[in-house]
């Protein structure tokens, strides 16, 4: 999502810009590391979960749903002189995060606003600590059958 990668570049600036797609993290995984420079931010497509059972009716289909999404923050344990923790920042972080998103829409075209679900602990290996934020955004199909 090219949209929220930019809003977190813009809003977000604890991050520094480095907000990326999911393609840098799978690079990542299949290179079996951790990102170099920390804090950073993956922005991931989660999946389509419907809302209803949808209503066709006038020849048209609507059905509402939630398109899901995860932004992946990585942060190093320590700072580089292994001085203080650096997941002392972790809820400031993530606040800021979730302040950036929630309430916002990516276009005029879309029927919701983004809504943040949750932020929980995914993995803490290497030294670094990945946290995993849910977000949705609501809306719709709409087709004719």
């Not at 950036?100 to 290996?125: C, E, I, K, N, Y």
Request: glycine share 6%; proline share 6%.
């Amino acid at each position: 999502m090219p949209a929220v990668i930019e809003r977190l570049k813009q809003r977000a600036p604890l991050l520094s810009n480095r907000v990326y797609g999911a393609a840098a993290l799978a690079a990542l995984m299949k290179a079996d590391a951790v990102p170099k420079v920390t804090p950073c931010a993956h922005v991931l497509p989660t999946g389509l979960t419907g809302r209803s059972d949808g209503d066709a009716a006038t020849g048209a289909y609507v059905q509402s749903y939630d398109y899901g999404f995860a932004v992946v923050l990585s942060l190093r344990a320590h700072d580089p002189l292994g001085e203080r923790a650096a997941l002392d920042e972790v809820i400031p972080m993530i606040m800021e995060i979730a302040n950036a998103l929630a309430g916002w829409t990516p276009d005029d075209d879309t029927v919701g606003v983004f809504v943040f679900r949750r932020a929980a602990l995914a993995s803490f290996a290497r030294g670094v600590a990945i946290y995993e934020l849910n977000f949705t955004l609501q809306d719709q199909l709409r087709t004719i059958p």
